[in-house]
């Protein structure tokens, strides 16, 4: 499956998102070293902090599956630029693969990359220590 394939499915998975309050939905695809695609959609909530993004339910999804060895994560979204992942999911993504590839694109085509490492270099570092 290559990367372009790859933010297909997420652009799939970003027409099924719950985002009633924001209206801004964005989808992921998390594939696996297995190959196997898990997607996923932002999952809002009227009380908006409970909101759990779309790089988050991917990763539930994967680890459901009993999948916990990831390469690349692919990100769309309808705004301006790219979507870079919170802080939230850069700790959730960095607990199964700190260097994980990422790739962002709008609806309108731009694109963006980086490793997971680079957004986020020191996941564990004096945590349960
Ligand atoms: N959101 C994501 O799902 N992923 C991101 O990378 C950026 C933000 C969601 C959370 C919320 O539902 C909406 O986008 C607005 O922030």
């Known amino acids: 499956m290559s990367s372009n394939d790859l933010v297909h499915l997420a652009a799939d998975a970003r027409l099924r998102a719950y985002a009633p309050y924001s209206e801004f939905?964005?989808?992921?695809?998390?594939?696996?070293?297995?190959?196997?695609?898990?997607?996923g959609g932002n999952v809002e909530n009227v009380s908006y902090g409970l909101t759990i993004c779309a790089e988050r339910v991917a990763v539930g999804s994967a680890v459901q599956a009993g999948t916990t060895?990831?390469?690349?994560?692919?990100?769309?979204?309808?705004?301006?630029?790219?979507?870079?992942?919170?802080g939230a999911c850069r700790q959730v993504l960095a607990e199964f693969c700190p260097d994980l590839a990422i790739v962002s694109r709008t609806l309108s085509g731009r694109t963006a990359e980086f490793t997971l490492s680079a957004l986020f270099p020191k996941p564990r570092q004096g945590i349960l220590g």
């Open 69 to 86: 060895e990831f390469d690349q994560l692919a990100i769309v979204s309808d705004s301006e630029e790219p979507v870079v992942p919170c």
């Open 25 to 39: 939905k964005v989808g992921a695809a998390l594939r696996a070293a297995t190959g196997e695609v898990f997607t």
